[in-house]
């Protein structure tokens, strides 16, 4: 009889049956924000960050599978424990914080979206923008209904067009090689570097990816039962992550090259507009239309998994929960706002992703003391080398943004 209903509570583990988490997270990894940052760094200075993007990229890796093993660990979220160990006061005032960073990523994913619809359909932006809003709606409700896996399935494919739009323009026209290598060597090169390595770090490092990891790994295959269940869901993890945050490296690094290759002597690529029309000169309409595809898919992907993260934050945070859908619906608002008053959509997308960066720590900081701590882990605490890996992280994260701030001082001093 025992032997019995273990093997009820513990279910065989088929390996690619569980993969799935890792990819909704992974979202957050290409929203048009990194469109936005990655064109950009690669239009104003070709290969120079292409290291940022890689160092982000495995930081990423790293980072999200602490995520995912602290909920199956814990069989909570990163912020229900937060919750439980800061005082009221605290735990409000955390809260703001990690909802500024949400709304910021929801600024960056709707208004990409609008984008793509206008450069599509040429759609207004406040029109766009409805459409993205009322189509997340319609995602977060296959969630609701349906559960996780329908919806990881639903975004899985999503991921799937977004890589296609994005790196469909590599093969018209492959980057340079030996530019690339140059490209991996750490460096500057002034100021707007440094704001664009910023911006770029905050679009790949996501704070809300970090929080809403946790939440998944956990809603989808509940607490680890006992050490060789537990040790055979993280591996499969590693796996999943592994997958999903290769292939968004693989995407970021592709719209760097894409820019670093096709759009550094052209003018007026300062914007997703300029940059998409000087993709139409350069690689044809058809890439260009291909292109405005992944925008679209990205801004309807991103959104709905921001919204579903911003409800565990609040959820773990202040143990109160809002309908998801009436979250996405206020959450909106702000991003039509600035649509209909004429904001400059490209340099919103920017200055979001440069807050998000300085968001991460906030996420990053008691990610890194959980999943140190034996009490909280017990036999799945760090090792010495993934507590020395994680600290650097925190140290770049939080350097860079010093570094940032410096230097913008000094340029207006």
Known sequence: MTNRRSTTQRPPIRGVLLLGPAFVAAIAYVDPGNVAANLSAGAKYGYLLVWVLVVANLMAGLIQYQSAKLGLVT??????????????RSRISFWVQAE???????????????????????????????????????????????????????????????AIGFLAGLVVRPPDGAAIVGGLVPRFAGTGSVLLAASVLGATVMPHA????????????????????TGRLLRITKWDVAIALTLAGIVNVGMLLLAATNLRSVSSVD????AHAAIAVALGPAIAIIFSIGLLASGLASTSVGSYAGATIMAGLLRRRIPILVRRTVTLIPALVLLWVGADPTAVLIISQVVLSFGIPFALIPLLRLTNDVAVMGAFANTIAVKILLFVSVVLVVGLNATLLVLAFLGNS
């Not at 909570?76 to 439980?84: D, I, Q």
């Not at 996780?148 to 639903?154: D, I």
């Open 75 to 88: 069989g909570r979220s990163l912020p229900e424990l937060l919750g439980e160990r800061l005082h009221a």
């Open 271 to 274: 914007t997703i507009e300029g």
């Open 210 to 229: 970090i929080y809403v990891h946790s939440a998944l790994a956990r809603d989808r295959h509940g607490r680890g039962d006992g050490l060789a269940h």
């Open 100 to 162: 500024l960073i949400a709304a910021a990523t929801d600024l960056a994913e709707v208004i990409g979206g609008a984008i793509a619809l206008h450069l599509l359909f040429d759609l207004p932006l406040v029109v766009g923008g409805l459409i993205v809003g009322i189509v997340s709606m319609m995602l977060l409700g296959i969630q609701s209904r349906f559960g996780q896996r329908p919806f990881e399935f639903v975004i899985i494919g999503l991921l799937a067009i977004i």
